[in-house]
């Protein structure tokens, strides 16, 4: 928990001179705890482009703190401002003797305009990526295993309603994964770090806005390769003051549905700041 509280305050102290700064914190059970931080800096001259620093720290008491470096750039273009791409890369040093690092590609189409009459929307957002993780395992001899995944992600506004649903699904390994097993795995939807290699995941989510309150809820059904099917529920609310936005959350996730285990509880405090 000291290695959570101080990694945060060091992120807001830097953050305080950037705009759109955001600061996730997750912690559970058996020491168990997550912090991320990122911050959207528009690129002067170049309407509509953002680029995005992150960071995340993952630590439990059964293995040495873990930390991810990455960075991102989204335009929106003006040419079609109804078009935004992406593409984003990551670092995990060696740790706990596994590394790894990504790239991955997007772009989105909001096609709300188009569905005038049909689906009168505010925002209709389309969109599909790909990402390429390469993970390394420091045994004897290494062992190097690379991961395609794909994913696909529609969301949607209509006054105060805003819904989402996206699918990941890991498309090639190779060489295949054996009895390796990856520490660090970001599942889209999901607040927590696991560790494994996916197989599939779809989650989906619905959150309403009242003024300055929106509650929110997020279900996703998850497989691991060589795992059964499990499933994460997520049940949140955000307070909207001003410029800052506060979110707390509860996070249950089944590490077997078919176990009997009783569900895994993760606890979320998330801020933001934009200007």
């Known amino acids: 928990m000291k290695k959570l509280l101080a ?33 959207n800096m528009g690129v002067p001259f170049v309407p509509g482009l953002g680029i ?61 305009h188009f569905m005038m009459g049909v689906m009168p929307m505010d925002t209709l957002k389309i969109g599909a990526g790909v990402r390429k993780t390469f993970h390394t395992f420091y045994y004897s001899p290494d062992v190097d295993i690379n ?11 209509k006054g105060g309603l805003d819904l989402g649903a996206t699918y990941t699904k890991a498309i090639d390994y190779s060489p295949e994964t054996g009895v390796y097993q990856p520490l660090w795995l970001d599942i889209p939807g999901l607040n927590a770090v696991y560790g494994g290699f996916l197989d ?6 619905a959150g309403y806005t009242y003024k300055i309150v929106r509650p929110y809820a997020s279900y996703s059904l998850i ?11 997520r049940l949140g609310l955000t307070l909207k003051l001003a410029v800052v936005n506060v979110n707390g959350a509860v996070e249950w996730y089944n590490f077997s549905k078919n176990s009997g285990q009783d569900r895994e509880r993760f606890y979320t405090l998330n801020a933001s700041l934009g200007f």
């Open 7 to 39: 990694f945060l305050l060091l992120c807001c102290s830097f953050a305080i001179a950037n705009a759109q700064f955001n600061a996730v914190a997750v912690v559970g059970s058996d020491g168990y705890s997550v912090a991320r931080a990122s911050y």
């Open 52 to 112: 995005v620093p992150q960071v995340s720290m993952y630590s439990r008491d059964d293995m040495d703190t873990m930390y991810k470096y990455g960075l991102g750039l989204n335009w929106q273009t003006p040419f079609l401002d109804i078009l935004e791409i992406g593409a984003e890369g990551f670092y995990t040093p060696k740790k706990n003797d596994y590394s790894n690092y990504s790239l991955g590609a997007y772009a989105s189409l909001d096609i709300a």
């Open 147 to 157: 991961e395609t995944d794909i994913y696909t992600f529609i969301r949607g506004a």
């Open 200 to 205: 599939y995941s779809l989650s989906v989510d």
């Open 223 to 233: 497989k691991l390769k060589g795992f059964d099917e499990t499933d994460d529920l």
